[in-house]
């Protein structure tokens, strides 16, 4: 049975950093595409940054890019979201997801939409105060 369990929500101050982590159990690690959507209130949940845990590529919204890193221990089935300078634009649930492919790239540039994804997390609260 597949599970995606998050951690690492917290509520910090802008320009802090959290490091959000995913434990995934079951048969998909390292078989499937992987990585973090997040959702604010009264707004669509939106792709954040994926990982392919077979060759390491990675693909980042752009709001994050340079901010956020997202990297894997295959020792321990986790993924992680470093979350660096943050603003208050990033308080949102954070979600972890699994894809239906091996590989993100072979979404050709679509990795963030949200059906791509078929196993997701409950979620981990991000607040970002000013």
């Known amino acids: 049975q597949v599970q995606l369990v998050e951690s690492g929500g917290a509520s910090v101050q802008a320009s802090g950093s959290l490091r959000l982590s995913c434990a995934v159990s079951?048969?998909?690690?390292?078989?499937?595409?992987m990585g973090w959507f997040r959702q604010a209130p009264g707004k669509e949940r939106e792709g954040v940054a994926v990982?392919?845990?077979?060759?390491?590529?990675?693909f980042y919204a752009d709001s994050v890019k340079g901010r956020f890193t997202i990297s894997q221990d295959s020792a321990k089935n986790t993924i992680y979201l470093q979350m660096n300078s943050l603003k208050p634009e990033a308080t949102a649930r954070y979600y972890c997801?699994?894809?239906?492919?091996?590989?993100?790239?072979?979404?050709?540039?679509?990795?963030?939409?949200?059906?791509?994804?078929?196993?997701w997390g409950q979620g981990t609260q991000v607040t970002v105060s000013s």
């Open positions: 997801a699994a894809s239906t492919v091996d590989r993100c790239g072979a979404y050709g540039g679509t990795w963030y939409l949200r059906h791509r994804y078929n196993y």
């Open positions: 079951g048969y998909i690690y390292n078989r499937r595409c």
């Open positions: 990982v392919s845990p077979g060759d390491g590529s990675t």
